[in-house]
């Protein structure tokens, strides 16, 4: 499954004269897609997560903003999305339909901190470079882990002194590694490594492509946001990459077929 189920062509949208803001969404956790189950630390505690893709059944949206974004391009409401998580360690809604509030990230980034706004656009840089590329189910498992690990890495250890180079997953306060039934976990696969490395290296060579402006006919980041449950942010509205955007991430043995697991 692909982000919002996109068709072999589609017809960019423009939301002009649409007020953003946030506004509320129903929404169900569905199953995870591509990815890796990986032991997380932070603070100095471990837990196992999934890094990678999730995929979200949006079954009502508030009318104006909400509805005009996720009913883009000729789209319905009942609508999945593969979505990335931004809160380690908080439940999904698996069991029952949740109400979360839904706006660009910038507005529901789970950060309020004075780096925030410093690391919501970090992250909106990730889709700013890669477009939908990351919600595509033809990635390999490990480049769906390197984005979803880059973005928790971008929310709990980005630090303005360090800057990019502070955006390491194997140490820090935020890391992670695989799991191999040691406490303490073993070494992340390289394959991951080198596609999070990759990632960061593309960010910081292109700064500041990452959008918040819904009106914007190359896409915006969104994101959805629950006291109670997983925080999540995703790219929309949808857009077929470039031919060539799949060959840049050649490094991150793009394989297909992917096999579906839940969290």
Not at 76 to 84: A, G, K, L, N, Q
Not at 170 to 183: H, M, Q, V
Request: charged share 15%.
């Amino acid at each position: 499954m692909s982000l919002w189920k996109i068709a072999p062509a589609v017809a960019l949208m423009a939301f002009v004269g649409k007020a953003a803001g946030e506004a509320d969404v129903t929404v169900q956790f569905v199953e995870n897609q591509r990815g890796h189950t990986l032991k997380a630390w932070m603070g100095g505690i471990s837990f196992d997560t999934f890094a990678g893709q999730y995929v979200h059944n949006f079954t009502d949206a508030e009318a104006g903003f909400a509805e005009d974004i996720l009913t883009a391009n000729g789209g319905s409401i009942p609508r999945e999305i593969v979505t990335y998580c931004t809160e380690v360690g908080i439940p999904l809604a698996i069991d029952e339909e949740e109400v979360y509030k839904f706006g660009t990230f910038d507005d529901v980034v789970p950060d309020d901190s004075p780096l925030a706004a410093t690391r919501a656009q970090l992250i909106a840089d990730i889709f700013g470079v890669f477009g939908v590329l990351p919600m595509q189910s033809g990635i390999s498992d490990d480049l769906a882990a390197a984005f979803g690990l880059l973005i928790w890495e971008i929310l709990y250890d980005y630090n303005d002194v360090d800057g990019y180079a502070s955006l390491d997953i194997t140490s820090g306060t935020f890391f992670a590694r695989s799991i191999d039934g040691s406490p303490a976990g073993g070494a992340l696969d390289q394959g991951i490594i080198d596609d999070f490395n990759f990632i960061v290296a593309s960010i910081e060579a292109t700064p500041g492509l990452g959008s918040f402006d819904a009106t914007n006919p190359s896409g915006a980041t969104f994101g959805i946001t629950n006291q109670f449950r997983q925080d999540q942010v995703f790219f929309g509205p949808p857009f077929i990459p470039a031919p060539g955007a799949v060959a840049l991430l050649g490094m991150g043995g793009l394989a297909f077929g992917a096999r579906r697991r839940r969290a």
